[in-house]
């Protein structure tokens, strides 16, 4: 899923470009994947390649880290897993909570990567009283009553938002006075926050509709490409005579 930001500076510490960090997760699921299959070392190009990036570009990504591989033998896999993880700040556990438990709200507490990437979902927590109490995922729902308490019991930071769109921007705000400086935003409007809080957005429709784009495009195309060539199917009706 590919998501969109606002409220960022362009850098970020030890001056790290937005984009460079936009790509660290790439590399380090590729890295995950090595790892997993106990591959000791990768060449900058195996690995461009496996995260789906320019080698150029992935060196001059890993040259903000101070990482730099060994001529001839490449990059030590479990290194970089490391450093990157401490770059992203995954080497601790981050509570989570999710507002909003809906279809997409249960699909997203059952996710199995979370924990797996540093991140622990502390609270389930929607406005319909039907849904307290109930287990999603194991964890039973809390009403939203509850969301400030809960949020400083756990010393929440990060917040996911998967409500409908009419009441987005509310759960924002309180999630914000309660001491939320992250959100990761499922609901299909645009969030106004304060500066200082970081909001990434998640619409699905929206990657649709790009998709769709480019189908057009390329139907487009081939139509174009079929008319020039003419009933023959070579390029007679164009050709001059």
Known sequence: MATGRNHRPATRSRGIPEATVARLPLYLRALTALSERSVPTVSSEELAAAAGVNSAKLRKDFSYLGSYGTRGVGYDVEYLVYQISRELGLTQDWPVVIVGIGNLGAALA????????????????????????KPVAGIPVQHTDELEKIISDNGVSIGVISTPAGAAQQVCE????????SILNFAPTVLSVPDGVDVRKV?????????????????????????RRGPEGDMSAVMPA
Not at 122 to 133: F, K, R, S, T, V
């Open 203 to 227: 619409d699905l429709s929206i990657e649709l509709q790009i998709l769709a784009f480019h189908e057009q495009r390329k139907a487009g195309e081939e139509a174009a490409t079929a008319s």
């Open 110 to 133: 059952n996710y199995g990567g979370f924990a797996s990437r540093g991140f622990r979902v502390a609270a389930l927590i929607d406005a319909d009283p039907a849904m307290a109490g």
């Open 174 to 181: 309180r999630l914000i006075a309660a001491g939320v400086t």
